[in-house]
């Protein structure tokens, strides 16, 4: 925890010092100049520790380009977004117009992310997201200015349609909150389960973030579907799990889920996660090279262990280093540029991939079994996934 | 059998609500103070538990190590902070506890991390009862569902048959009068805070092993609490007792029978019960 003190007295000490320098009057920068870039992430609250996992993922890769990017210095601004949707608006903006960024990094939330896309297009400035899965951002609301490092809500649920269906189960229920990401979630499985012939007898959902799940298991075990479906995430997922097992589900109706329900949780879990298979696209195990020495270093640099979202931190970085490389770090031609980021071949610790013509990342999606405290890779369960990219004008 | 069960899960699901609740009753209805560090008292609860259980081997042992610990908070708190508020309005409490809050969030944040926790349930309870062929019943659900009626039980016997409970309703309807005639109401506001928090921390520690600990717990449990409290009608236990066991029926078959209105099932039961009862069911008026 005191990594994490220090490094927010010091983004605040970062922050109040570039202040300073917004109210002294600056030259036209030159192309020298350093680059700026604005962090809007969650340090404090409930995405406290995923806020903190992308800066660092960022920041390691920063390091092993010898602290440039497209051969420029760096000058960080740092906004805590509180991941709070109702200030998302003034943060982003405060970047933007006040600090003059050059691009904006962030966020998690996809209340907070739908906000900053909406100050992009407004303002025109560079937007990379390293986390949230809003559908819309690199859907209808996508932009030539703004690209995603990490996934779209209905990637890693997309393949689970196929997984379940191999498996012989042909009646399903799912199970979220009545959220986004949930219901988009939901949405892509069924798209691809209802597609194969397979049906879902029953969608149900729960406030967010309500937990009481105990009237739900209830119905499953009555309606006794061939399988269960859910997208859950953080305590939610752990209480899930917890609950499905103590029902005495877990070895009756096989369950299923978005990644989302086994990562980062699974010491919490215990016993109740044992078995279980999801999709994303990372996971424990990858046997490449490049995620080997990419966990090797950031453990050796943090202490800790990486996870999905220091890898989307860290790709954010890389695809900036190679859009702007390939444009000596100049951001004169903004066209250029873009096409320059669209371009680069990211060599991720997931694997290598590509943006689609909509900004998002054309990935792998591995198929994981829990096992211990890991999400073992036993596969890809499905082979560079693009997101459909609804209603983007640009794909 | 699908019914009887689903029964079965509000009322389980109603006293474990009056459980979470009952401390803020006591203070909001007993003092008059609006604590809305209601759900913290509650994080602090289940986080005790989980640290304590580590350093111990043992919720058993956790349980009355926690209550002490909290109620020792509950005291200094009072004694430092809630105590100099009695005669102001009830914004300034607002405004405190709020602050509190956020001074306890930050707090856990530094010191136990913003991870999620599991707390094992204690190997005696942790069975669990076949119900029908698919579903079983956990065991430790059953338990919650027994203290809480022990509790309600025994603070009803305390508040209703004791010269305590005497002291404490005195002061709770009138308390120049009460202390003109000698009681020392400073010492029963401290006694009735501490209770509260001890109450809240307690309901922490014992739904832990069901809900895990994970940042935010806290602010979960305060809206639901505080709608308790409003429908059960200010300054009555009973009322409580009664509101949350029915937000527990409305909560649970809201959600098998009108998923996509669940999440305002609640909310329109308290409407409904302010616009016939504007004091709450067992309110004062």
Redesign the interface.
């Known amino acids: 925890m005191t990594t994490r003190r220090k490094f927010v007295q010091g983004a605040a000490a970062l922050a109040s010092a570039s202040a300073i320098g917004a109210l002294l009057p600056t030259p036209a920068r030159a192309q020298s100049a350093k680059l700026r870039i604005g962090m809007m992430l969650p340090y404090t609250g409930t995405f406290a520790a995923l806020g903190t996992a992308i800066t660092q993922g960022f920041n390691l890769a920063v390091d092993e380009n010898a602290g440039k990017l497209g051969g420029r210095d760096i000058e960080y601004f740092t906004v805590d977004d509180e991941s709070e949707p109702a200030k998302a608006t003034d943060n982003a903006n405060k970047l933007v117009q006040r600090d003059k960024v050059d691009v904006l990094v962030g966020t998690v939330h996809s209340g907070v992310v739908m906000a900053m896309v909406k100050v992009a297009r407004d303002s025109g400035a560079l937007l990379v997201i390293p986390n949230a899965g809003a559908n819309a951002a690199t859907g209808s609301q996508c932009a030539p200015n703004i690209f995603r490092t990490s996934f779209s809500n209905w990637q890693p649920a997309h393949p689970m349609g196929k997984v379940m269906y191999d498996k012989g189960h042909r009646k399903v229920v799912t199970l979220t909150w009545k959220y986004g990401a949930g219901e988009e979630s939901v949405e892509s499985f069924k798209e691809a389960f209802t597609k194969l012939g397979g049906s879902v007898v029953k969608e149900m959902y729960l406030p967010f973030p309500n937990v009481e799940f105990q009237p739900f298991l209830t119905e499953i075990a009555s309606l006794r579907p061939d399988a269960v479906f859910v997208f859950f995430a953080g305590g939610g997922a752990v209480k899930f799990t917890k609950d499905y097992m103590a029902a005495g589900l877990k070895d009756k109706i096989p369950l299923y889920g978005s990644g989302f329900l086994t990562d980062g949780t699974l010491p919490a879990q215990g016993a109740s996660a044992q078995g279980l298979l999801t999709t994303l696209h990372y996971g424990d195990g990858i046997d490449n090279a490049k995620n080997k020495q990419f966990r090797f270093a950031y453990a050796k640099k943090f202490g800790v262990q990486a996870d999905v979202y220091a890898v989307q931190g860290y790709d954010a970085a890389l695809l900036l280093a190679g859009g702007l490389t390939a444009v000596k770090g100049s951001f004169g031609e903004r066209s250029a540029l873009y096409s320059a980021l669209e371009k680069v071949k990211v060599d991720s610790p997931r694997g290598p991939w590509v943006m689609s013509k909509a900004h998002n990342p054309i990935q792998d999606i591995y198929l994981r079994r829990v096992d211990g405290n890991a999400n073992e890779v036993i596969g890809v369960a499905w082979k560079a996934l693009e997101d459909p990219a609804r209603g983007c004008k640009m794909a | 059998?699908?019914w009887l069960?689903?029964i079965l899960?509000s009322v389980?699901?109603g006293l474990l609500l009056f459980l979470v609740a009952s401390g803020l009753s006591l203070i909001f209805g007993i003092m008059g103070v609006i604590n809305l560090a209601h759900g913290s008292f509650y994080m602090i609860g289940a986080y005790l538990g989980f640290t304590l259980a580590q350093w111990t081997g043992s919720l058993w042992i956790a349980l009355p190590l926690g209550i002490v610990l909290a109620a020792a908070l509950g005291l200094l708190l009072e004694w430092t902070l809630i105590s100099k508020l009695y005669r102001r309005d009830h914004l300034y409490q607002v405004l405190l506890t709020f602050g509190l809050i956020l001074v306890f969030e930050?707090l856990r944040?530094?010191?136990v991390?913003?991870?999620?926790?599991?707390v094992?349930i204690p190997s005696i309870l942790a069975a669990?009862l076949?119900l029908?062929d698919?579903?079983?019943?956990?065991v430790?659900?059953l338990f919650i569902s027994a203290v809480c009626l022990a509790l309600a039980g025994l603070m009803y016997v305390v508040l209703q048959t004791t010269r305590l409970g005497a002291n404490i309703r005195a002061c709770a309807s009138n308390p120049e009068m009460a202390q003109s005639l000698g009681l020392d109401i400073r010492w029963i506001h401290a006694l009735v805070f501490a209770a509260g928090v001890a109450l809240a921390a307690f309901a922490g520690m014992i739904a832990a092993p069901?809900?895990?600990v994970?940042?935010?717990?806290g602010n979960?449990v305060l809206i639901i609490c505080f709608v308790v409290v409003v429908i059960g009608g200010i300054g009555s236990l009973k009322g409580a007792l009664v509101a949350a066991l029915l937000i527990g029926f409305v909560?649970?078959?809201g959600?098998?029978l009108f998923?996509e209105f669940?999440?305002v099932a609640v909310y329109l039961l308290m409407a409904v019960v302010l616009l016939f009862r504007p004091s709450g069911l067992f309110g004062r008026t």
């Open positions: 059998m699908e069960i689903q899960n389980q699901y930050e944040s530094v010191l991390g913003d991870d999620v926790h599991g094992a669990s076949p029908t698919t579903l079983s019943y956990p430790y659900r069901v809900s895990s994970f940042p935010g717990m979960q909560d649970t078959f959600k098998v998923p669940a999440g």
